[in-house]
């Protein structure tokens, strides 16, 4: 069965740091872009993160020098790295990948979606 797999959220206070993984069963993520989305209540769904199968990255501007993807293809995991968290960093995260997903952050072309692991940044 086809799953990703978060895991490493938390409570967290402001300025800390947090590393969200993602796992896949099912699915190998070399061919695939895998990226990061996030949802804070009461707001839209946004992009955060994506690594290419080529390993290029893209980040949103309100991540960049904060937060870095990586991928370890061998454990078929990608790591979302999240340092200096602000509150506005609060959402629940998700992971996603796509065959043909070109690692726009807009989201089109994702084929799997993870169920998410809540990040709380709060003192």
């Known amino acids: 069965q086809l799953q990703l797999v978060e895991s490493g959220g938390g409570l967290v206070q402001p300025g800390g740091s947090l590393r969200l993984s993602c796992a896949a069963s099912?699915?190998?993520?070399?061919?695939?872009?895998v990226g990061w989305f996030r949802q804070a209540p009461g707001k839209e769904r946004e992009g955060v993160s994506c690594?290419?199968?080529?390993?290029?990255?893209n980040y949103a501007d309100s991540v960049k020098g904060r937060f870095t993807i990586s991928r370890d293809n061998t454990n078929n995991t990608v790591y979302l790295q999240m340092n200096s968290l602000k509150a506005e960093d609060t959402a629940v995260y998700y992971c996603?990948?796509?065959?043909?997903?070109?690692?726009?952050?807009?989201?089109?072309?994702?084929?799997?979606w993870g169920q998410g692991t809540q990040v709380t940044v709060s003192s």
């Open positions: 099912g699915l190998t993520l070399d061919y695939h872009a």
């Open positions: 996603a990948a796509g065959n043909s997903w070109y690692c726009g952050l807009k989201g089109y072309g994702v084929d799997y």
């Open positions: 690594i290419s199968s080529g390993g290029s990255t």
